[in-house]
């Protein structure tokens, strides 16, 4: 069977999961993130098919969405904002320096191949990474999830380094045991 999508038609069987049966994504994605003890919460979304909000034990929160522009996939996005002691270290760098902290950040973003809003102050960083649903499975999906989690550690990281501020608390022990 073939169904248009963005003005084309496309198979069913290009698809793990249907584009006309939400309700089984839906569901099929709650289920992962509780099985991996996540703490889920649907959002109201008026421009997605479904939304969570997904916190993690070490308090950082992730969004899973599917936008209704683009039912081909579930986006993963996640930003927070920058606390205003290191928003003005960065703004009294001169330019240059600035210049070259958000390229290494956006350097080690791309080795993920995760999606980043602009870099430039003030900072407020956001980075999304989408999965799409020819093939989706639990392991694409969380190794997904975690790029987007690990991309938010990369940004703090590469900031504490080069501000000469203490690192967040990194420890991810508490999710594998």
């Known amino acids: 069977m073939f169904k248009i999508f963005n003005d ?20 099929k994605v709650f289920g992962w993130l509780v099985e991996e003890g996540f703490s889920v919460q649907s959002l109201s979304a008026v421009k997605d098919n479904f939304a969570f909000s997904v916190v993690l034990p070490n308090k950082k929160t992730l969004i899973v ?3 209704l522009i683009s039912l081909d996939k579930v986006l993963i996005s996640s930003g927070y904002d920058l606390p205003q002691a290191q928003q003005n270290s960065l703004s009294s760098l001169a330019a240059e320096s ?71 608390d990194i420890s991810l022990s508490h999710l594998y045991g």
């Open 8 to 27: 084309k038609y496309i198979s069913d069987k290009h698809f793990a999961f249907s584009m006309t049966n939400n309700d089984e994504l839906k569901s």
């Open 65 to 67: 969405s599917q936008p």
């Open 98 to 168: 600035r210049e070259r902290i958000f390229q290494e950040i956006l350097f080690e973003l791309f080795g993920l191949r995760v999606d980043c809003g602009p870099l430039n102050l003030p900072l407020s960083p956001r980075v999304s990474k989408a999965v799409y649903l020819d093939g989706l499975n639990k392991n694409l999906f969380m190794s997904a999830f975690f790029d987007v989690h690990n991309a938010l550690w990369i940004v703090g990281l590469t900031l504490a380094n080069r501000l000469n501020v203490s690192s967040p």
